[in-house]
């Protein structure tokens, strides 16, 4: 019986080629986080470190620069054709996350970068790193899912995917995204991680007592306590504690809200 | 014998989730409580049983004050039957001590300083409402096997609870299924609603703006909340 | 040695207790950790009742919905024997297609009816989709003996209705147990209040049933996804049962060529073998035509069967109906060839399993159909209970419109 790893690494691989064979014109996105740097391992194994499509790191211009490092050293490396995409527009308008929400800015910094990187390479396929245990509505996610013109999903009605076939016909829509780490969950990625020993960002280990759990734009990621400096220690605190999802600055605002609601309902 | 399973802030949304048989009966859906300024627990049941919207006449002498308005049986739907019991229904028959215990619980809640003592205080707001709801379970069960035409019982447990523990999700669906059995154990023709829904602020519940209903027999399409009165008079009928 | 894993599904009606039989069966073979015991016991005292077992479906359901799986969830308990897994397909709506989707991966059922109750509708379609499936090993579980007394003759009058149902959908139980699953008689421990029966309990039942020979005895399959050039040629694909192993002499189907393996290759490895389950590249020691969709086996028998006409039971899933002479894509592991519903011997209700007598050659969303396909091109196909991968197929038309099952196939 192959182990636990094992068959989670056949699945994605299986759905990486899949999705290679079925649509030939695809990209892969790079956060350069653990979760996209595991499904660029997982390309590398399907074709053999010959990963025949282009690697696309989205670039708002505020990442850590820990990031930015990361990313040369390891396309070099790796042989990769990076591609990086940015909203020059928007960024030269002066767009961060404090100037409009955060909202607007993740809108223009990270989905017109990328609407406009598949418009222009016309990508038939996207490969994504997004796990189903994440929130909220990833739950709902499938393995191959078509995305229109303007970027709108309709989760509620969805084909099944029985018995590994997935969607392999386009019509009129966009692109379609693909999700091969749709069945890990975030301690099966750093079980992963910690066997084939790969390289990750040093901002997912513990400084001064904090580490990040997720990683994005230096402006608007916050840490959590940790003292997990290795990969083997991350994967022991993951196994052994259910850290709180969300960071306590997070939970105090819920208290705020949630005070002021009641009050309002009569409760207090 | 009709029966009506009021019950507090059940959410659409988690019976969908859960799929409680007997709660979701051959018929079921969200009503339309849009006309309302909020979904407040006592405006909304005040205008299901009189089978009009209550806003203004319940928060006439402000929203502190509202919990002690009561309804004269002639001006609800009650009156229709011969040998009604209404169980703890906000602005008919509420409990006005064991709710104001909760709400000074809640209130505490919220002012203790640590989370030590945040969890201790969560702990006696959820066996407080425990305790309640054990005791109108068993009020709902002997007046069920009695002898009336009409019966309403009202389970506060899903609001109470709700408040400050919706975000255990585990905890929401055991409550569920101890809801589910009590609707399995109503034979006869029953119409179980909610005054509104619930949603997750982090582990706490905020009402949602719309409720629940469903039918054995009729599919009630989106119904206002003011609209059982009528539903429930024709059953009578019928 | 290691220990062997049985999967199996229990169904039945929503109310006769499956719930509570899965609790019991963790909490009485010690697979429920102290803490969730006790959570679950303060839980059923703050609403005033006695610990129930239906409540561990809740932690296990929970479990599932905050984790990776959305169609089917795997419930692990163990005996002395070997480890079990509970394959549950929950919700009501859904029901068929995820049983389809996950009765498919078990390899027994239990099948449980209420006492007081007997045998209802539901139980009916259930037992008759295990049927469709060719799960031929269950085990009947009589449930909630306790609300009739214990009495023997109720629970063979209940036994007679089951059997003479079961036999009519060719389904023969290899046991039919009277238990309380809310007392946990004769499900691992056995019943005071029961001594006119001798049989074996759930778990004895259980560890009586004979596993699916693992992947190193099935015949070995290999179907292909693609081939690469980069710097010497690789088929890659998947390992669907067997193991293949460097040296094996090949059989591709359906062109019928031979050769035989070079090597195993993975990223940077060359390993000897590859197991089920594995996605792997071989390289070939002649330079034979491969290409996505072929099936390498090995020379000897059992071959799977090349052909171009197929029976086979399919479960409709889309609201368009299928329309008489529709050409479809019928896609089987990488194969896919365009194919046609040549005759509809049967269409049945998933609900309520009434016989559908119907002209025009439809069938609709949520109905099950015995029927005859003819596809444009021969496939490589094989008995579902031998290979699975070439024992089911998706119908499509954009997208996927139907599930099936292969029950037979003539040349």
């Not at chain 1, 068959?7 to 695809?26: G, M, N």
């Not at chain 3, 991966?105 to 009916?124: C, F, N, S, Y």
């Not at chain 3, 778990?203 to 710097?231: C, E, I, T």
């Not at chain 3, 073998?273 to 034979?288: P, W």
Request: glycine content about 8%; aromatic content about 10%.
């Amino acid at each position: 019986m192959l182990d636990h790893l094992d068959q989670l690494e056949s699945q994605s691989v299986y759905i990486i080629r899949e999705a290679y064979k079925q649509f030939k014109d695809i990209a892969m996105l790079w956060s350069i986080g653990k979760d996209s740097t595991t499904l660029l391992h997982l390309c590398r194994k399907a074709f053999y470190g010959h990963v025949p499509f282009p690697v696309m790191h989205i670039d708002t211009s505020y990442k850590f620069k820990e990031i930015y490092a990361f990313r040369d050293r390891w396309s070099k490396e790796w042989n990769l054709k990076l591609l990086v995409a940015r909203n020059e527009e928007a960024i030269a308008g002066g767009m961060n996350p404090s100037a409009g929400d955060k909202l607007a800015c993740c809108g223009q910094l990270k989905t017109d970068a990328l609407k406009q990187a598949i418009a222009k390479y016309r990508f038939r396929a996207i490969l994504l790193g997004i796990r189903r245990d994440e929130h909220g509505i990833r739950a709902k996610e499938r393995y191959f899912s078509p995305r229109n013109r303007q970027f709108e999903w309709n989760y509620k009605d969805q084909p099944p995917e029985l018995w590994d076939q997935y969607k392999n016909q386009q019509a009129g829509e966009d692109h379609i995204r693909v999700h091969p780490l749709l069945h890990w969950s975030e301690l099966d990625i750093w079980k992963y991680v910690q066997r084939e020993q790969l390289p990750i960002v040093d901002l997912y280990f513990a400084k001064n007592g904090r580490r990040y759990r997720s990683i994005g734009c230096e402006t608007c990621c916050s840490t959590i306590e940790s003292n997990a400096d290795t990969v083997d220690k991350v994967v022991e605190e993951l196994k052994t504690t259910r850290i709180a999802e969300r960071s306590g600055r997070a939970q105090d605002k819920e208290r705020a809200y949630m005070m002021q609601k009641l009050r309002s309902l009569g409760y207090m | 014998m009709i029966v009506v399973l009021a019950i507090d802030a059940l959410e659409l949304a988690l019976v969908e989730a859960f799929q409680p048989v007997h709660l979701m009966q051959k018929f079921h859906g969200r009503t339309d409580i849009s006309e309302f300024s909020l979904p407040r627990t006592m405006v909304l049941w005040s205008s299901f049983m009189t089978g009009a919207n209550k806003e203004k006449v319940v928060l006439a002498d402000g929203d502190k004050e509202m919990w002690n308005y009561r309804f004269d049986p002639e001006e609800t739907l009650f009156s229709a039957f011969r040998d009604p019991v209404v169980i703890d229904l906000p602005g008919f028959s509420y409990d006005l001590a064991q709710h104001e215990e909760e709400r000074r619980l809640l209130k505490a809640f919220f002012e203790a300083g640590d989370d030590g003592k945040k969890e201790e205080v969560r702990k006696a707001y959820n066996d407080h409402a425990f305790r309640h709801h054990r005791e109108i379970k068993k009020k709902f069960q002997d007046a069920v096997a009695g002898d009336h035409d009409f019966v309403l019982g009202y389970f506060s447990i899903a609001d109470v609870i709700g408040h400050l523990n919706f975000g255990n999700r585990m905890l929401m669906r055991m409550i569920y299924r101890d809801l589910d059995e009590i609707a399995a154990s109503v034979k006869v023709p029953k119409i179980i609603l909610s005054d509104h829904g619930m949603q997750a602020i982090g582990i706490f519940g905020d009402h949602s703006g719309y409720g629940f209903w469903s039918s054995g027999t009729a599919d009630l399409g989106t119904p206002r909340i003011t609209d059982f009165r009528r539903i429930i008079e024709g059953m009578q009928k019928g | 040695m290691e220990r062997e894993t049985l999967k199996f599904v229990i169904v039945g009606h929503v109310d006769h207790g499956k719930s509570t039989l899965i609790g019991r069966l963790l909490y009485d073979t010690g697979s429920l950790p102290d803490e969730k015991i006790e959570e679950i016991r303060k839980f059923c005292e703050a609403l005033g009742k006695d610990i129930e077992f239906g409540y561990v479906m809740d932690h296990l359901e929970e479990e599932r919905d905050q984790g990776i799986t959305i169609d089917t969830a795997q419930i692990f308990f163990n005996s002395a024997k070997r480890d079990y897994v509970i394959i549950d397909a929950p919700g009501h709506v859904e029901f068929v297609k995820n049983m389809i989707t996950g009765a498919s991966l078990a390899e027994a059922a239990i099948l449980i009816v209420d006492a007081e109750e007997g045998v209802r509708e539901q139980t009916k379609r259930h037992a008759y989709i295990l049927g469709m499936l060719g799960l031929s090993q269950v085990i009947a579980v009589i449930n909630k003996m306790d609300l009739v007394g214990h009495r023997k003759e109720r629970f063979d009058e209940v036994k007679r209705d089951l059997l003479k149902f079961l036999d009519g959908i060719h389904i023969s139980p290899g046991q039919v147990i009277p238990i309380s699953a809310k007392n946990g008689e004769n499900v691992a421990k056995g019943s005071d209040s029961m001594g006119w029966y001798t049989g074996p309990t759930v778990l004895q039942a259980l560890d009586l049933l004979r596993p699916k020979p693992g992947a190193a005895d099935h015949p070995m399959r290999f179907v292909v996804q693609d081939v690469y050039n980069f710097s010497k040629r690789i088929v890659v694909g998947r390992v669907e049962s067997g193991v293949v192993s460097a040296g094996d002499p090949l059989l591709i189907l359906p062109s019928r060529e031979k050769t035989t393996v070079k090597s195993i290759e993975e990223f940077l490895r060359t390993p000897a073998s590859a197991e089920a389950g594995k996605a792997v590249g071989i390289t070939t020691a002649e330079k034979v035509f491969v290409d996505r969709g072929n099936v390498l086996v090995p020379p000897g028998p059992p071959h799977p069967s090349v052909t171009n006409t197929i029976r086979a039971n399919i479960f409709w899933m889309d609201r368009r109906p299928s329309g008489p002479g529709e050409v479809f894509r019928f896609r089987c592991a990488t194969q896919e060839a365009a194919c046609r519903i040549e005759t509809i011997h049967a269409i049945r209700d998933s609900s309520s399993l009434e016989t559908i007598s119907r002209d025009g050659g439809e069938i609709r969303n949520r109905e099950v159909a015995d029927v005859t396909l003819k596809t444009e091109k021969d496939v490589v196909i094989e008995d579902f209970n031998l290979t699975e991968a070439l024992g089911r197929f998706v119908l499509a038309r954009q997208d996927t419109c139907a599930g099936g099952i292969i029950t037979g196939f003539s040349a």
